[in-house]
């Protein structure tokens, strides 16, 4: 039996990606699940590209100008799911910044809770 790697599932821009976080050291599950109610008030599962369990937020990576990305973004918003919407398809050199930026801003974040959290428990 010949075993698949999950990199033969992705796309070669979701690839690139992987392969930025495992230089990285970060930690990422592939299309982890997650639940949403569309604009309909309707119950989804949809699959982001990738989860960062260290950060608690997931990345969808953008490879076409004829997906709805907003609307996605729009619905992730409401219920309450941190995203990053990563459009490597037109930001070739920029997308690597727009990440490291949004991971600084999530863990500056999660510090800020973890502190405030340990401040109440004294």
Known sequence: MVRKSIYDQMTR???????????????????????VWDEHKRPRVWTPDFFLMQFGVYIEVCGSREFDYEYRRKIYDKNGHNVIFLHLYKESKKWKN????????FNNEQNYKLNEILR???
């Not at 821009?13 to 639940?35: G, N, Q, T």
């Not at 727009?98 to 801003?105: E, N």
């Open 13 to 35: 821009a979701e690839r690139e990606v992987a392969e930025l976080l495992k230089d990285l050291d970060i930690i990422w599950s592939y299309e982890h699940p997650v639940f």
């Open 120 to 122: 109440k428990e004294k």
């Open 98 to 105: 727009h990440l490291f930026i949004f991971l600084q801003l």
